[in-house]
């Protein structure tokens, strides 16, 4: 599933295409990618907004119209790209949003539906965004205030990083590669973690992003930008995926072991409970 890296660079590379622009018309074909709204209510909401604004939520993407928001999440295989309009869609396009020349639009494509669609008046409406977390590229977490807000949390810590409700955007690559940064097991339990774990924490959850960020994210099997473009951080990966190789900071062996049914890496070495 695409993460902060990801999403954020989708949203870095619509804003040329989309701001400004004027939405005409709507459609989608799998109706459980819009919950409980229609496509026929979503080509209505859309027809004749201006896209004022992209910005990104956590994992979410939130184009901001001049009446209300549409609200994105790719999940596994969904991408967003401007192409000319061509009759019949192209291949795996499950909606598209066709833009003011009509000859263009904007096409959501996933192999295998699992993303989603929904529009809002506001973005305060939107219910998907009322629990999340601080936002790592933006809020500048302390030591105190991550070590205050994981005291009641019994869970190992890489399994927290996870919850969208601590640090929002964070899935599974960059959980370990946080902990790994941060020399944490990612076993421990967070509550237990010492202020200089935290400090480390701090450091570590935001230069991991920002690096990946700056490689346009991580491409594993799916991830393409709106642009066509691979993301390359999975070139610069220090735990994940590397299960068996030798750890670049110690010599150790990366270890793979299962959390909350999601894999995770990491140096039983050099990355200790202590």
Not at 31 to 48: E, H, I, M, Y
Not at 194 to 208: G, H, I, N
Not at 237 to 265: H, M, P, W
């Amino acid at each position: 599933m695409p993460e902060l890296p990801e999403v954020e660079t989708c949203v870095r590379e619509l804003r040329p295409r989309l701001v400004g622009r004027v939405m005409r018309s709507a459609w989608s074909t799998v109706p459980r990618q819009l919950g409980d709204q229609t496509a026929r209510q979503l080509s209505n909401f859309v027809k004749d907004r201006e896209v004022q604004a992209i910005t990104r939520r956590g994992k979410y993407i939130v184009i901001e119209l001049n009446r209300g928001i549409l609200l994105l999440h790719l999940r596994m295989t969904g991408r967003l790209y401007v192409d000319t309009t061509c009759k019949p869609a192209p291949d795996y396009a499950r909606a598209g949003f066709v833009l003011d020349d009509g000859r263009e639009s904007l096409y959501f494509r996933d192999v295998r539906t699992l993303g989603t669609i929904r529009f809002y008046k506001s973005i305060a409406d939107a219910p998907e965004l009322l629990n999340l977390g601080w936002e790592p590229l933006e809020h500048e977490v302390d030591a105190s205030e991550l070590k205050q807000t994981l005291e009641h949390r019994s869970q190992a810590i890489k399994v927290v990083l996870l919850d969208q409700s601590l640090w929002a955007g964070i899935g599974n690559i960059y959980a370990s590669e946080a902990c790994w940064v941060a020399q944490i097991d990612p076993r421990h339990l967070a509550q237990k973690l010492t202020r200089v774990q935290c400090e480390r924490m701090c450091t570590a959850v935001p230069e991991v992003l920002n690096t990946a960020l700056l490689r346009g994210g991580s491409s594993l099997r799916d991830f393409m930008s709106p642009e066509g473009n691979y993301g390359s951080f999975q070139k610069e990966f220090r735990v994940y995926d590397r299960e068996g190789e030798v750890c670049l900071r110690c010599g150790g062996v990366i270890k793979r072991i299962v959390q909350a049914q999601r894999s995770t890496y990491f140096c039983p070495k050099c990355q200790k409970k202590r």
